[in-house]
Nanobody, 120 residues
Framework: QVQLVESGGGLVQAGDSLRLSCVAS????????MGWFRQAPGKERELLAR????????YYADSVKGRFTISRDNVKNTLNLQMNTLKPEDTAVYYC?????????????WGQGTQVTVSS
């Protein structure tokens, strides 16, 4: 049974940093292409970043490019998202997901989400 558990969300001020983590179990993590998404109230879920199984390929949405960094530790079965220079518009529920492919934007399995709130 696949399980993804996110952590690291919270309430911060604009300009602060946060690091989200996602621990995966039930599958061979090193074979999985992974992504981070977010969903703000009243908006569609948005792909922020994705990383290939080996970590050699990374993609970032324009909205977070230069501020967020996706990484993974295939020994600890952990996916990370380092978020710097946070803005109020980054406020959302953040989800990690197993992607259908290295360049896919479709998630097959999802975590429960972690809330990030950025105050101005």
């Amino acid at each position: 049974q696949v399980q993804l558990v996110e952590s690291g969300g919270g309430l911060v001020q604009a300009g602060d940093s946060l690091r989200l983590s996602c621990v995966a179990s039930g599958r061979t993590f090193s074979s999985l292409h992974m992504g981070w998404f977010r969903q703000a109230p009243g908006k569609e879920r948005e792909l922020l970043a994705r990383i290939s199984s080996s970590g050699g390929y990374r993609y970032y949405a324009d909205s977070v490019k230069g501020r967020f960094t996706i990484s993974r530790d295939n020994v600890k079965n952990t996916l990370n998202l380092q978020m710097n220079t946070l803005k109020p518009e980054d406020t959302a529920v953040y989800y990690c997901a197993i992607l259908r492919g290295a360049t896919s934007s479709v998630g097959d399995y999802w975590g429960q989400g972690t809330q990030v709130t950025v105050s101005s």
